[in-house]
């Protein structure tokens, strides 16, 4: 364990140690006073330290009063509630007037219930959030059109009642720890890549606002366990497809000949697939594997392995995990074993190469921004040491850096960027001069960043942006009551002077 532990944790002094054990053998933990949540414990590499998650704050949520914090009037029509954390239920009636609302990056402990939407709402997001217990969402207002639910982290059990008069519905990308219901979805939904605890078997309730769905889509899920499907609406066409089931299905519902059952990997054999979908045509199953073993990615790879964040996510059997390749300096072929159900992949095959014997070739047509010389970086494949010539263009500012990621390949080139310009990103954006809440998202250039040109701003965001030199940001408005800074990279530094007195808060 952690000396000392986190704020928000508290050890009963016996349970896990004295010394190193498991995860799995580690209790004793609770939520200290004022915190609430369910106590999770991981260990990324032998000998290290746990690190400990899921308690959180015990503030009463309270939509008002993270409004006034923030500046914002109960009179808009657009409401972004973001990186708030409370427990127990947003009641939205402060923002009648709202006909779209998104609540992202926030933490909730306990069960969280959301209540009291505008008459007038047509569209919800919640995305990015950790929900300590679970989320229900009922009373939904017949005015909504669009419903966005993804990235979302669950430690309990999803709940959602549709209003009939939806039109867009998307949910994906999840991780869940309980079961899902979801009813009054349009006649044609789909609801993709959510991933569910390993050791636990999830219900999936689903019902159409219509009484059937012509087509419903569960695709690229990962179910360590087994799942339980209940349809309360008969089904014409179902596609399950892509998923990875170590376990086994039920399933309870009328569902069409003409669904499909493929691309899928299976711990059973595919006699026992069949007798789990009897109304589906035999012709309709196929490209599944089976017998298949499914495991995790480590949650920190070994030293020369590197994934691009797509293509492995959750339990999956080892033909279906993607995105790995060597990390720069290593070279070879990624090769993965999975030796027991819902383990641990074992990654082989990249070695440390020699980086002067690595080499590579300058792209035929260079990206703008860079300008080469004519000679020092060739002709021909030489190493990136070796490369040389090459400056930013007039009107680009920095300093030129070359990578070779692999054997004869071609350099990738960085650090040439345009001065940076507040009111030209501005323009090219369709960001008017008089928004109260602007954000800079993916912005690259080198220099000073003026906020002259919003005057008018009460929320400021910059993120996954790319800046050159020491970069400096000033001007900001005297209305800033928040300014955020997020998943950016500084080539040299940043400062940032004179904030302005009003601001309230600060993320970095």
Excluded at 63 to 88: E, N
Excluded at 183 to 210: D, E, G, K, Q, V
Excluded at 276 to 288: D, G, R, T
Excluded at 297 to 309: E, I, M, T
């Amino acid at each position: 364990l952690p000396s000392p532990l986190p704020s928000g944790y508290s050890y009963g002094g016996s349970g896990c140690g004295p010394g190193y054990v498991t995860a799995a053998s580690c209790t004793g933990l609770s939520c200290a006073s004022g915190y609430s949540g369910t106590v999770s414990v991981s260990c990324a590499s032998s000998y290290g330290t746990f690190s400990l998650s899921g308690c959180t704050g015990t503030q009463s949520c309270s939509v008002s009063t993270w409004a006034s914090q923030r500046g914002v009037s109960s009179t808009q029509t657009s409401v972004s509630l973001y990186s708030y954390q409370c427990s127990g239920t947003l009641d939205f009636s402060y923002f009648s007037y709202a006909t779209s609302i998104s609540i992202y990056l926030g933490t909730f402990g306990s069960t969280l219930t959301i209540q009291n939407l505008p008459s007038s709402l047509s569209s919800l997001s919640i995305y990015s959030c950790t929900f300590g217990s679970g989320l229900t969402l009922s009373y939904l207002p017949y005015s909504l059109r669009t419903f966005y639910f993804y990235s979302n982290t669950l430690q309990g059990s999803l709940s959602v009642s549709l209003p009939s008069a939806l039109t867009t519905f998307s949910m994906y990308s999840c991780d869940v720890a309980g079961d899902l219901q979801v009813t009054n979805m349009p006649s044609s939904s789909s609801i993709n890549s959510f991933r569910f605890t390993a050791s636990f078997t999830p219900t999936i309730t689903l019902s159409s606002s219509s009484g059937s769905f012509t087509s419903l889509y569960l695709s690229s899920h990962s179910f360590p366990s087994g799942v339980a499907l209940t349809f309360l609406s008969s089904v014409s066409s179902l596609q399950f497809y892509s998923n990875t089931l170590c376990g086994s299905i039920s399933c309870t519902g009328t569902i069409g000949s003409g669904s499909s059952v493929y691309s899928n990997s299976f711990s059973f054999s595919s006699t026992a697939l069949q007798a789990m979908f009897p109304s589906v045509s035999s012709s309709n199953f196929y490209s599944n594997v089976f017998n298949a073993l499914t495991c995790i990615l480590p949650s920190l790879l070994p030293s020369g392995y590197y994934y691009s964040g797509f293509g492995c996510s959750g339990y999956v059997a080892t033909a279906s995990c993607g995105g790995l390749s060597c990390a720069s300096g290593y070279s070879g072929t990624v090769s993965l074993s999975c030796g027991s159900p819902s383990g641990t992949f074992t990654l082989s095959g990249c070695s440390a190469s020699s980086v002067s014997t690595i080499t590579c070739s300058l792209p035929s047509s260079l990206p703008t921004g860079y300008s080469y010389s004519g000679s020092g970086c060739g002709p021909g494949y030489v190493s990136a040491s070796s490369c040389t010539g090459l400056s930013c263009r007039s009107g680009y500012s920095g300093t030129v850096t070359v990578s070779c990621g692999s054997y004869y390949g071609t350099f990738t080139l960085s650090g040439c960027l345009v001065p940076c310009s507040v009111s030209t990103w501005a323009s090219q954006s369709s960001a008017a001069y008089y928004q109260t809440s602007v954000s800079m998202s993916s912005y690259q250039c080198a220099g000073t960043l003026d906020f002259s040109y919003f005057s008018s701003a009460t929320y400021i965001s910059i993120s996954s942006g790319t800046f050159g030199g020491t970069v400096g940001i000033v001007n900001l408005p005297s209305s800033l009551t928040t300014l955020q800074l997020s998943s950016s990279t500084f080539g040299s530094g940043l400062t940032i002077s004179t904030l302005p007195s009003f601001l309230q808060s600060f993320t970095f």
